[in-house]
């Protein structure tokens, strides 16, 4: 009787050796005596094309009349509040205050209010107008289609 020994490395790369081998048959599988050719693929519409699709657009917040001069209006759920703080300029800022997290929830008096602690910032470049934050809100994209406010 003789005994055959396998090496290790031998035995971890059989898995490795077998699997690239079906790999290979694979791609070669023969279906009603002929070789299956690849589909070629649709062209792409040139831009601009009758039947091309538009790109999305972005989405709606609302409208600009919505949003009082001088004031603001928070997003809760896209976390943004856009404030015009003169008649047809639109600026938006991020909705999470940068002292502690908590969300803003009122544009009041020229100012965006967090009411966790009190801090306030200002709705032309919310900037800081009361602590305990000492950072300004991050500027949000926004986007004036026609009177819609887009989220960018």
């Given at each position: ?10 035995i ?28 070629p693929?649709?062209p ?5 094309a009758?039947g091309?699709?538009a790109?999305a657009?972005a989405?709606a917040l609302g409208?600009?009349a ?8 928070v ?12 008649a047809?300029?639109v600026?938006?800022?991020s909705a ?13 008096g ?8 009190g801090?306030?910032?200002r709705?032309a470049?919310?900037?800081v107008?009361a ?5 300004p809100?991050?500027?949000a ?5 026609g ?6």
């Amino acid at each position: 009787m003789t005994s055959r020994t396998t090496s290790r490395r031998a035995i971890l790369a059989a898995p490795a050796f077998f699997a690239g081998v079906a790999a290979a048959t694979s791609a070669c599988q023969v279906y009603g005596g002929e070789a299956a050719a690849p589909e070629p693929a649709a062209p792409e519409p040139a831009a601009g094309a009758a039947g091309a699709a538009a790109p999305a657009a972005a989405p709606a917040l609302g409208k600009l009349a919505d949003i009082p001069v001088g004031g603001g209006r928070v997003f809760a759920a896209q976390k943004v509040v856009v404030t015009q703080p003169q008649a047809g300029v639109v600026k938006a800022f991020s909705a999470v205050c940068t002292h502690q997290g908590c969300a803003v929830t009122e544009v009041a008096g020229g100012t965006i209010k967090c009411p966790c602690h009190g801090s306030a910032f200002r709705v032309a470049d919310g900037s800081v107008a009361a602590g305990p934050a000492t950072r300004p809100l991050p500027a949000a994209k926004v986007t004036l289609d026609g009177d819609t406010i887009r989220l960018n």
